[in-house]
């Protein structure tokens, strides 16, 4: 089996917003970011679980909805001063469709 | 690519914060080459005072040590001096005749003290007080020593007469003039300031002139234009500063008392340019920290070559440091045409009080023994806040406002385990800790370090007294003029007027012609323009979704664990079974775990899931229910209570004008959150006075009242008027409504917006002048034209296009 798992296309996600992939251990947020640049991150903020899948997305960066927390699309990590850090998922795109390597999740329910 | 050469010469404050804010907007831009006269890193010179009075250590006033330079690739040239500039073959010559070459030049050299010409002024045992090494003398002569003179009772005298008094001198001060500070004190407070140092054994001589400094091989004493004679075995000059010009004079520069330069920071040869006390500035030149703050933010901007800050000069504050005085003194404080004075005495607690008004403005403020209200007044000052409804307790501080969170607290006074940020749950030894191990200066850098303050905003005074007392009196930094938030310089009301004025219809265009230097905003910004361009262009502006919280893009309220909350309109507070029916309905087919009864009457579904959203709102809306708006910056509710319809006190139909009202109101955005309420009668049942507008109902008609809060700072509304019939209700809050639309600050709710402005600019615009009232109830009608259509309606009617509320893709199930 490929790595690759095509979740959808760039087009169905609206410009400097976000979809989620919903798998059986965790949720990915899907970022469409300026330039159609295409980011999937963990959907949890490191600070208080927040979805960052609702958040504003500005620049190369979301913001939490709960609390501010501003986190860097390209590599997970929390804007200084806040310390943290989400995971990232490599993202490809092919004829215009989104695909996720989720080779590191678990995608059997039941299985932890 | 090589990089460029960056001079600067100056290793003191005003170099080296130009030198910290340049790096952290362009870091790799420049290879970096510093002149220090003194043998150091950088120190805090404001904190020499504590130093000489032996309060604080020299570690504890280094701002950057030598490895500070070495980590950020900074040659740091330290005890050398800067003899000359070459400005046709761009290169400084230093005091060994080596040759510097520079892209761009920082001149940074800062002031020299004084010396007056005396007679006996080079004799040894006479000092300045400027900096390290003027310190080590004097504290020297302590040790051999008993007595000394410090010529000079403005601000950098008295402190130093104060280290020299604590450090066992006997100590007399000689003043030119008969008040103290007569630059920054009025002759009452310069007296109790006097008597106060007097009462610790600081002796005065004043108004005196010193004609000669005594002595054969040291000095002995000095003598007064009036024959006396006073024995001092050490004398301090500290009469003034002048900005230290002579190399930029050498190398041609433009010099008036100053450096002169433009609002850049530039010199008049563009490849130079000047910061710090050595700068004249719309000819003005300044002695103190807080505009050199301002400035090197500015001048930084331009090396970095983002060339859009600018620099109009800095409104500046005092405060004394000598432990256990409280001065505080900010603005014009003489008075003078149309100035009105308000003076509170109190001789024996030795508080004494002076706020100087101009129109209903407070333009400068003396404060002694009192001085924890000196920030609140200094914001006041720098907002232009019209304090004409504060006028009976302004002078009693921002505690007698009544701010029940925080009421009459004072920073010093709390322990370190005290929470200072009820939001964040932050405690007062956390900020301390922040600022002393982060070196943080300013409220914006507190903010993003703990978060205190980022939240409500209630503490901020609070805060701001902690970063005060924490550096030392001089570091609260309160910029003169708030930029709408990081990506810009431009404050809100420039960004409004813009965008009116030069027709600009999208983000993306406001964003270029004001030159936004991100690329599309942040998370503060990007609402802001979206709510000013549709307030600007009713019905032609295309709201943009993404640039909204997530709340008003969704439609419901995010709760902690990213589930919604759906609160459907009920008119006025008015429901009926077939509602309740539908309501009842929907919890049990979506297994809606909590139903609540809001505080503004209505009914609050709880946990529901972001892709049931849309089915819930068709249900809802199948009984006739429509969006209540709980999760916007909108009109909220209108509560109500039965009035004369039931109630055997009621005096008019509150219901029904409240329903009316909601029906008007319904749909529009605001700068923030908008909550009316309507009471049958005074005894306000609908507590119609702590809402954003409130309507009291009369025999012979109704009361109008604006600007009221129930949140984090309860405040009770101001009658703005009162009407005869209905119509008038829905004409006058109309205009109110627009007004308030059109003129407050993105965020800003009606209670801090009416503070800032004042109700008589309220008043004259919406009840004296009937013309302009109609105008503006006509343009709010027209917006609402196009707002009144229910959002969970299109959304639900939509279904499945809508698809951003459910999962772009499930996976492995």
Redesign the interface.
């Known amino acids: 089996m490929s790595k690759w ?1 095509v ?2 296309r760039v087009e ?6 976000a ?6 251990t965790l ?1 990915i947020a ?1 970022f469409r970011a ?1 330039g159609d640049r295409i980011f999937a991150l963990e959907d949890r903020c490191p600070h ?4 960052l899948s ?6 190369g960066r979301v ?1 939490c ?2 609390h ?1 927390w ?1 986190i860097e699309l390209a590599a997970g990590e929390a804007v200084a ?1 806040d310390q943290g850090s989400v995971r990232t998922f490599p993202v490809r795109i092919t004829d215009g469709q989104i695909e996720l390597d ?1 080779d590191r ?5 039941g299985a932890a | 690519m090589k990089k460029e050469r960056l001079v600067v010469i100056g290793n003191g404050m005003a170099g080296m914060r130009t030198v910290e804010e340049l790096l952290q907007v362009a870091p790799d831009l420049y290879d970096i080459t510093v002149f220090g006269a003194e043998p150091y890193g950088n120190y805090n010179r404001i904190l020499l005072s504590p130093v000489l009075a032996g309060e604080k250590t020299l570690d504890e006033i280094m701002l950057n040590d030598l490895a500070w330079y070495t980590d950020h690739g900074i040659e740091l040239i330290a005890g050398r001096k800067v003899v000359g500039i070459d400005r046709r073959a761009h290169t400084v010559i230093d005091d060994k005749g080596a040759a510097t070459p520079y892209d761009r030049l920082l001149i940074a050299t800062g002031s020299d003290p004084v010396l007056l010409p005396l007679p006996g002024k080079d004799l040894p045992g006479v000092v300045t007080f400027r900096d390290l090494a003027d310190v080590d003398a004097m504290v020297r002569a302590c040790e051999d020593f008993t007595k000394a003179v410090v010529i000079g009772g403005g601000l950098l005298g008295l402190e130093a007469a104060n280290g020299l008094l604590k450090r066992g001198m006997a100590v007399t001060v000689v003043h030119l003039v008969d008040t103290l500070m007569e630059r920054q004190l009025d002759p009452h407070a310069g007296r109790m300031l006097q008597q106060s140092l007097e009462a610790r054994g600081l002796r005065f001589a004043l108004p005196a002139q010193t004609e000669a400094i005594l002595g054969d091989d040291r000095v002995r004493g000095v003598r007064l234009k009036d024959g006396r004679e006073i024995e001092a075995d050490l004398v301090v000059m500290a009469v003034g500063i002048r900005p230290n010009i002579a190399l930029a004079r050498s190398g041609g520069l433009h010099c008036e008392r100053g450096i002169v330069v433009g609002d850049t920071l530039q010199t008049f040869d563009p490849r130079i340019y000047a910061v710090g006390e050595c700068v004249q500035h719309r000819g003005q030149v300044y002695g103190l920290v807080a505009p050199l703050f301002d400035q090197a933010k500015v001048c930084a901007n331009h090396l970095a070559l983002l060339g859009y800050a600018i620099y109009r000069g800095s409104l500046i504050s005092t405060k004394l440091k000598v432990t256990g005085i409280d001065l505080f003194s900010a603005g014009a404080f003489q008075g003078g045409d149309g100035a009105e004075d308000i003076v509170f005495r109190d001789e024996t607690r030795g508080v004494y009080k002076k706020l100087v008004l101009h129109d209903n403005r407070l333009t400068g403020a003396v404060l002694y023994g009192d001085t924890v209200d000196g920030s609140w007044y200094f914001r006041l000052m720098r907002d232009g806040t019209d304090v004409a409804a504060l006028r009976e307790t302004l002078v009693f501080g921002q505690s007698y406002l009544g701010d029940p969170g925080h009421g009459g607290a004072s920073a010093s006074a709390l322990a370190d385990d005290a929470e200072i940020c009820g939001c964040n749950g932050v405690a007062k030894g956390t900020i301390v800790k922040a600022i002393t191990t ?1 070196k943080l200066f300013t409220l914006d850098e507190v903010r ?2 703990t978060k205190a303050s ?1 939240s409500c905003g209630s503490c901020t005074g609070l805060v701001e007294q902690i970063i005060a007392s924490t550096l030392g009196g001089e570091y609260t930094k309160t910029p003169s003029e708030k930029p709408l938030c990081p990506c810009t310089d431009h404050t809100h009301a420039e960004t409004r007027q813009t965008i009116v004025a030069q027709k600009l219809k999208t983000i993306a265009d406001v964003m270029a012609f004001m030159e936004w230097r ?6 503060k910004c ?2 802001a323009l979206n709510y000013y361009l549709l307030c600007a262009w009713p019905g032609e502006y295309v709201d943009d ?3 909204r ?3 008003e ?2 439609h419901a309220n ?1 709760q ?3 589930t919604y909350s759906v609160i459907p309109r009920m008119w006025g507070g008015i429901t009926n079974p077939k509602e309740l029916r539908a309501i009842a309905d929907v919890a049990d087919k979506f297994r809606i775990p909590t139903v609540k009864v809001t505080g503004g009457q209505r009914i609050d579904l709880l946990g529901v899931r972001k892709e049931d959203l849309p089915a819930v709102w068709r249900d809802l809306n199948a009984a006739g229910l429509v969006s209540g708006h709980a999760y916007g910056k909108a009109l909220r509710t209108v509560k109500t209570c039965v009035g004369s319809e039931w109630c055997r006190f009621g005096t008019q139909d509150s219901t029904a004008m409240g329903i009316a009202l909601e029906k008007m109101t319904w749909g529009s955005w605001t700068p923030h959150k908008v909550k009316m309420a309507v009471s049958g009668c005074p005894r306000n049942c609908a507590e119609a006075t702590i809402k954003d507008f409130g309507v009291v109902a009369v025999e012979s008609g109704w009361e109008l009242h604006v600007g009221g809060n129930g949140g984090v700072k309860v405040r009770t509304t101001e009658l703005l008027c009162k009407v005869a019939t209905p119509e008038e209700v829905m004409e006058y809050c109309g205009a109110f409504l627009q007004l308030y639309r059109e003129e407050a600050r993105y965020l800003e709710r009606t209670a801090p917006w009416l503070e800032r402005v004042g109700l008589a600019y309220v008043r004259a615009h919406v009840v004296e002048d009937a013309k302009e009232r109609k105008a503006l109830h006509a343009r709010f009608l027209f917006s609402q034209s196009f707002s009144q259509t229910d959002p969970w309606g299109e959304r639900a009617a939509e279904i499945p296009v809508r ?2 509320y459910a ?7």
């Not at chain 1, 979809?19 to 059986?24: A, E, F, Y």
């Not at chain 1, 609702?54 to 620049?59: D, N, T």
């Not at chain 2, 991100?518 to 998370?523: R, S, W």
């Not at chain 2, 999962?807 to 199930?813: A, D, E, I, R, W």
Request: glycine share 12%.
């Open positions: 798992t979740v959808g169905d996600i609206p410009p400097l917003g979809r989620v992939v919903r798998t059986p949720d899907v300026v208080r679980g927040g979805p609702q958040g504003i997305v500005h620049g913001t909805p709960l501010d501003c001063p989720l999740v678990t995608l059997r329910a | 982060n993003a370090h980022s991100t690329p599309n905003g942040c998370q990007r609402p979704s993404q640039s919280f997530i709340n893009r969704a995010i902690k664990d990213g698809s951003e999962p772009l893709k499930v996976v492995g199930v």
